[in-house]
């Protein structure tokens, strides 16, 4: 092998080991933040039978096939998302470090990608987005702006450059992020009386935004609820589904976010290119 492909191997393979560390951490914040409880004590402990998980049991994705998917106490089944987010997380993180390279803009999206990781699945879970991930990611994205190459894009429409250049399009970002938002659900109480969006989505949207500003997120709304739609079509038609029933939207909003963040400036290039031909 060549030095760049052993050096190339060497970053993957570091990427997927902390990447899956930080999959099992996911796992806790994932159950215990919607709950309100400290992501930090007590240690982990088997929901069923409440014995602590030692730490020989606790390795990510290896130590539930060593223990056969079960609880090394009482036998109990180990649900098998727990080794599913711990092995999305490092694949999320690997497919991050082949897109931009081992660079600081990497540095820069590995947080974002986990806390959309986290965001969906307590979405799912609870129909919940919490604010003790929304806000620091948005503040993060704040943060991060003047390493973060996704916001160029949008730096070149408004003509502007620099680390202050991608600090003001993080900053219009997140106001276009949770301003759309914010009016459209105002615009669906006014009319139909109804609550459209939660505020999770507004301050899910306002992280995403600081991250990916404008473009990301228009790119963003727009797959997610082209995804919402076409999952809800056939239940509306079918009359198993109603408007009135909630769809919980950060579950389409995060791999929307997602996809945005590794191909949203090629897109938007791409289409801002059709518009001036």
Known sequence: MTPGAIWSAYTDAV??????VVGSFLNVCIHRLPRGESVVRPRSACPRCGAAIRWHENVPILSYIWLGGRCASCGGQIALRYPLVETGNAVLWVAIGWRFGFTVQTLVLLPFASAMLVLFFTDYDHRLLPDRVTLPLAAAGLLTAPWNGRLDFGLALAGLSGAGGRLAASVAGAIAGYGIFFLLALAWRVLFDREALGGGDLKMMLGVGAFLGIPGVFLTIFAASLAGTLLSLPGLL???????????FGCFLAPAALVAMFWGVEIAAWYTGLLAA
């Open 238 to 248: 079918s009359g198993r589904w109603s408007m009135t029933k909630e769809l919980p």
């Open 15 to 20: 990427l997927f080991a902390f990447g899956a």
